[in-house]
């Protein structure tokens, strides 16, 4: 297969190229309409995530040693932490892999683990086998879908879990050809200071994207444009007010915002992820009270549960039945739920029991 032809045979809409400072990126051949196939790609490397480091760092050493040559060189090819003493104390990691290693890779296998490192996704959550044993969870690195590059207003929504061992990409908005094609690596609706914290922590770099610096307005205003054309007698006073800057409020009205034109303006396949990012902020809210208030937590989960069963109905339209994108919301909307029953339940219960 092509290297730029993806699981069912979809040519790459999209090519890898230099991105300036954040290194390599990848931008759009052409036009993409929201909800349209950006990446499906299968896991290369894939780790248990033990609890023992050993028994962790053994287990992605077996994936990397099964790939073919051609395979592994697609691997060291990827971003890592090149310093120095960054790739010393890795070594440590590899004291219990004598047997599938000789010392003459190690270099190569501290290089594997750290592009892991750098580079991984969640693709299987922790689960209890049958006889109630607790399975970890694994990670993987795909090769395509590691040069996506990070931003707190990504223009692509992904999921690495919803089909184990694939990661499945879309866009939120249309892309034009020429721009880069981003994700966000983290939960982008947490305040700006903890999403740079976690960038420095785990990606060590410091995020200059436009909601961090600002907002991107170009599809803020095209929302703007559509609506008053649709809607030329609107008082936009009332249904249009103008942004206000700065701090949590100004990042909710935006985000409500653009759901609220999308609503008037019917954009399916947008208005489906506006939900979600909406559901999302309302989500981050909650986990941010770390369980301190039970009635706000209630209020922020039943605002998330409205924005998901909003986006339900609208995938509906969408897409067909069973559909990933679709169906991997069908099952957040229902833990979202089953958490508003527990706060319910534990709200009943009379205080001291």
């Not at 983290?186 to 960038?199: C, D, F, G, H, S």
């Not at 489906?272 to 209020?299: C, H, P, T």
């Not at 339209?317 to 979202?336: L, R, S």
Request: net charge negative; with cysteine; glycine share 6%.
């Amino acid at each position: 297969m092509a290297d730029n032809i993806q699981v069912g045979g979809y040519e790459d809409p999209f090519v890898v190229k230099d991105a300036g400072g954040k290194g390599m990126g990848c931008y759009a051949t052409r036009d993409i309409k929201a909800g349209e196939r950006v990446l499906v790609e299968r896991c290369l490397l894939w780790q248990v995530n033990h609890t023992d480091i050993y028994e962790r760092t053994n287990s992605l050493l077996r994936s990397y040693l099964a790939l073919s040559e051609a395979d592994r060189a697609k691997i060291l090819e990827l971003h890592s932490d090149r310093n120095p003493n960054t790739r010393f104390r890795n070594e440590a990691a590899f004291e219990n892999s004598g047997e599938l290693i000789t010392a003459d890779q190690l270099d190569e296998c501290v290089t594997v683990r750290l592009v892991h490192a750098a580079n991984n996704f969640e693709i299987e959550n922790s689960k209890k086998a049958p006889d109630g044993t607790q399975i970890p969870p694994r990670s993987g690195v795909f090769i395509k879908a590691s040069r996506f590059n990070h931003s707190c207003d990504p223009n692509c929504w992904y999921t690495a879990t919803a089909w184990t061992g694939h990661f499945i990409c879309t866009p939120m908005r249309p892309i034009k050809k020429g721009e880069e094609i981003t994700i966000s690596y983290i939960p982008n609706q947490a305040p700006r200071e903890k999403r740079q914290a976690a960038l420095r922590k785990f990606w060590k770099f410091g995020c200059l994207c436009n909601r961090c610096e600002g907002w991107d307005l170009d599809y803020d205003v095209q929302l703007e444009e559509a609506y008053r054309l649709q809607y030329p007698n609107a008082d936009e006073d009332t249904l249009l007010p103008g942004f206000i800057q700065g701090g949590r409020e100004a990042e909710e009205r935006r985000i409500l915002r653009r759901a609220e034109l999308l609503e008037a303006l019917r954009w399916p396949p947008e208005l489906y992820f506006g939900y979600l990012d909406a559901a999302e902020y309302f989500v981050q809210l909650n986990k941010e009270l770390r369980g301190a208030d039970l009635k706000q937590s209630l209020v922020y989960n039943q605002r998330a549960e409205r924005y998901l069963d909003n986006a339900v109905a609208v995938g509906e339209e969408v897409w067909a039945p069973g559909e990933i994108i679709w169906q991997d919301t069908i099952d957040y909307a229902q833990k979202i739920k089953l958490r508003i029953a527990e706060i319910k339940k534990a709200l009943e219960e009379p205080s001291g029991s």
